[in-house]
């Protein structure tokens, strides 16, 4: 088959999306696509909505993607929501977002007040990490004051229930803006 020939630039490849604007037209620069928040969340997190509705309030864990993406949205970022029960599956995804993340945000459950491993994984993490609690942990039992991962964090935001969440997206997306402005 003949080739056709194309008056003006050759298209970049990769960038040749349609221009809905002017049809017919090669939209030739897109904005380069920023890296996702991860939004990691512990051991029984899975039950949110049902589990101790009176610490934990109403809402589902997919409630809170919905919420968590919403406002990482808002400002430019796309979201990886992940759950597990496994403090292995945690560490390799601390890993992950550690490359693959702009930065991280980390609800551990219990394994908050157990686990070196998350806490060595996330002092690997050269990315900006903020650590939430729905309940306010010091407000509960004793072994729950205490957290072995705060010392790898920005910054904990706890007792806001879901409105954690976007709090702590908020904070760092504030913390990632210079770094975005560059
Ligand atoms: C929690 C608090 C932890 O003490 C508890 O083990 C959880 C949830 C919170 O979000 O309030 O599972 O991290």
């Not at 960038?15 to 809905?20: C, D, E, F, L, V």
């Not at 551990?108 to 007040?113: L, S």
């Not at 705060?150 to 770094?179: D, M, N, Q, R």
């Amino acid at each position: 088959m003949a080739e056709k020939l194309v008056k003006g630039p050759i298209p970049h490849a990769g960038t040749g999306a349609a221009n809905p604007r002017q049809p017919g037209r090669i939209k030739r620069f897109q904005p380069a696509m920023a890296k996702p928040i991860y939004v990691l969340n512990g051991p029984n997190l899975n039950l949110l909505g049902t589990r101790e509705p009176e610490v934990y309030g109403r809402e589902t864990l997919d409630d809170l993607r919905i919420r968590c993406e919403r406002k990482a949205a808002a400002l430019g970022f796309p979201v990886t929501f992940r759950q597990s029960n496994h403090e292995g599956e945690l560490v390799a995804w601390i890993q992950e977002a550690r490359t693959e993340g702009a930065g991280l945000i980390v609800n551990a459950g219990a394994f908050t007040h157990t686990s070196i491993a998350l806490l060595d994984a996330l002092l690997a993490c050269t990315v900006p990490c903020v650590e939430v609690h729905l309940s306010n942990i010091f407000a509960r039992e004793p072994f729950r004051h205490h957290s072995y991962i705060s010392k790898a964090v920005k910054g904990v935001i706890c007792g806001f229930g879901a409105t954690g969440y976007e709090l702590a997206i908020e904070a760092l997306a504030s913390t990632l803006a210079p770094a975005k402005a560059k």
